[in-house]
């Protein structure tokens, strides 16, 4: 079974508009949530990531959310540029294994 | 050092064939992992070697699949028998010593069994 839900499957944003996708998870031993970006025929490659201490990181455009009570955890990207338009993974570790959503893909019009 | 590196990048195989794939990690990466990713799907684990130990293996590993890193080097992951569910991109990534944080993928295998 899936352990980190991830929301929405799809989504279309303006340029220069905001992009937010949601996760959820159960088990409470992970402690790791990164993001992934990853484009058509390549890997996934790590685009952000929090421990479960910090409520909010910035990276840049990209910015994560976190509840750790409502054991949810949310990506934003501000600003969204065409070379943003790629399929988004969250993930969720507790040790060396990372535990996927099934992804977002987002789709930035010019 | 080029990052993590899997060859083939796509291989079409005829179902009940054998295939082998090969991943190069990155060089001073200790541990290796592989992973399926099917459509629309994200990446689920399927086996983590430290050095040339393999350390773990998913229940989605049927008894046809088998991975190696001999030496602590490169790995090989050989699908027996393939079946047409076995169609998905396998993907490897290596990390150091600390772990999920350090996690490079490589660019996979794309597999279809016809």
């Known amino acids: 079974q899936q352990q980190v839900k991830q929301s929405p499957q799809s989504l279309i944003v303006q340029k220069g508009g905001i992009s937010i996708i949601n996760c959820a998870y159960e088990?409470?031993?992970?402690?790791?949530f990164p993001w992934y970006q990853q484009f058509p025929g390549k890997g996934p490659a790590l685009l952000i990531a929090i421990r479960p201490d910090v409520s909010e990181k910035k990276e840049g455009r990209f910015t994560i959310s976190f509840n750790k009570s409502a054991k949810q955890f949310s990506l934003h990207i501000m600003d969204s540029q065409p070379g943003d338009s790629a399929t988004y993974f969250c993930a969720a570790s507790n040790d060396y294994k990372l535990s996927f959503g099934a992804g977002t893909t987002v789709t930035v019009r010019a | 050092d080029t990052g993590v590196s899997q060859n083939p990048r796509h291989k079409i195989t005829k179902r009940g064939q054998n295939v082998t794939f090969r991943c190069d990690p990155i060089?001073?990466?200790?541990?290796l992992y592989w992973y399926r990713q099917t459509l629309g799907q994200g990446p689920e684990f399927l086996t983590y070697f430290q050095n040339e130990a393999q350390l773990e293996k998913s229940r989605l590993l049927s008894d046809r699949f088998s991975a190696e890193r001999p030496k602590g080097s490169f790995s090989t992951l050989e699908i027996q028998r393939t079946e047409q569910g076995d169609s998905a991109m396998y993907l490897c990534?290596?990390?150091?010593?600390?772990?999920?944080?350090?996690?490079?993928f490589g660019s996979g295998t794309r597999l279809t069994v016809v």
């Open positions: 088990n409470t031993a992970f402690d790791y």
């Open positions: 990534a290596s990390s150091a010593t600390g772990g999920v944080s350090g996690y490079t």
């Open positions: 060089s001073e990466h200790n541990r």
